[in-house]
């Protein structure tokens, strides 16, 4: 016969505390003595505890069921969130009700009322590409609804969220690229509203500019898929001012930038020199593989629950998170 499951009042019984320590020390609250906490951990552990988020959102009127917004499940870094997300939700004894937009605001729209239908407790969302009226999320925060933004982010709402640090990741992967020899890179950005589109051009801008190479704009396309990388490429290969470097968006991108250079008989990375952004199964399988950026997706769901997790259960005070990236130097490079 299975032991019943020991509550918070089980273990401020054995270890002569009040159930609120003992609820405080294990979400870490540093209103807590580090002792109390490791000591409430360990026994929770021993006992094999498990959070009754069922019974807690029961008396908030609530479920213990998230609803979770993929743009694409094909993209490698939405896979690697979305995983992270149900594991740290599994954990925690949420469900996760799992839509994907494809990409689409009129999708988006729809996801949204159908969450709302199924009386979802929190949302974890990144935006489509062509989102850019955001009253379907502001429906969710007038009905109580807590969202984390991640990756794609939401400025307009005051909402919580989860990124990457693009800039940083870019501005490194492009400075990388000047050192090596490069002098005429190309960007290959997203749709120009997007925040991570922004921020991974102003990396690449401020690089160009800290080593005085002059950009124009012929130099940034609107580019992030490998079809549209394959059509626009060849062209500017075979121009008088060809460029020696792409900077991609993603690694999709940059991998049609790599067949498109096979294509009219350019040696990557002897002549041009190619990176992307994401370093997912696609970087790995190229040939030569793909210089990336690594963008943690994992780290990046496990980030998002848990800030959810945090306002379901009372807090108040806004809390970001920013995920580091690093530069993957591989064959596409010098």
């Known amino acids: 016969m299975n032991k019943?499951?020991?509550t918070i009042k089980d273990i401020a019984r054995?270890?002569?505390v009040s159930p609120s320590t003992v609820s405080r020390a294990l979400k870490?609250?540093?209103?807590?003595s580090q002792e109390t906490r490791d000591l409430v951990h360990a026994y929770a552990n021993k006992h094999n505890y498990k959070p009754n988020v069922q019974a807690v959102n029961l008396r908030a009127g609530r479920s213990n069921t998230i609803g979770v917004i993929v743009p694409q499940m094909v993209h490698h870094f939405f896979s690697c969130v979305l995983s992270g997300i149900e594991q740290a939700a599994s954990e925690a004894g949420y469900n996760v009700l799992v839509a994907q937009s494809n990409e689409s605001y009129e999708q988006e729209v729809k996801i949204i009322h159908s969450f709302l239908a199924a009386r979802v407790c929190g949302v974890i969302a990144s935006l489509a590409k062509n989102t850019s009226h955001y009253e379907h999320y502001q429906e969710l925060l007038d009905n109580n609804i807590p969202i984390v933004f991640y990756d794609r982010i939401c400025t307009g709402l005051n909402t919580e969220r989860v990124v990457v640090d693009d800039y940083a990741g870019s501005f490194a992967a492009?400075?990388?690229m000047i050192q090596t020899g490069c002098k005429r890179i190309f960007f290959y950005g997203s749709a120009p509203h997007l925040e991570i589109t922004k921020n991974r051009r102003n990396g690449y801008l401020d690089a160009m500019k800290k080593y005085h190479i002059p950009v124009d704009d012929t130099m940034i396309k609107l580019c992030d898929t490998r079809e549209r990388a394959i059509a626009i490429t060849p062209d500017l290969l075979e121009s008088e001012e060809?460029?020696?470097g792409f900077f991609a968006i993603n690694d999709e991108t940059?991998?049609?930038i790599l067949y498109a250079c096979k294509l009219v008989g350019i040696k990557v990375p002897d002549e041009v020199s190619i990176c992307g952004f994401t370093d997912g199964a696609i970087a790995q399988n190229t040939d030569p593989k793909l210089t990336t950026v690594e963008q943690h997706g994992e780290e990046v769901g496990k980030s998002a629950f848990s800030i959810l997790a945090n306002?379901?259960?009372g807090?108040?005070?806004?809390s970001n998170k920013i995920v580091r990236t690093n530069l993957i130097i591989r064959g596409t490079t010098k």
Do not use: H, S
């Not at 870490?28 to 807590?32: L, S, V």
């Not at 807090?315 to 806004?318: A, G, L, N, S, V």
């Open 315 to 318: 807090e108040e005070k806004r």
């Open 242 to 244: 060809r460029p020696d």
């Open 311 to 313: 306002k379901l259960e």
């Open 4 to 6: 019943p499951q020991i």
């Open 174 to 176: 492009v400075e990388y």
């Open 28 to 32: 870490d609250n540093p209103d807590i």
């Open 14 to 16: 054995a270890l002569k």
């Open 254 to 256: 940059a991998a049609g």
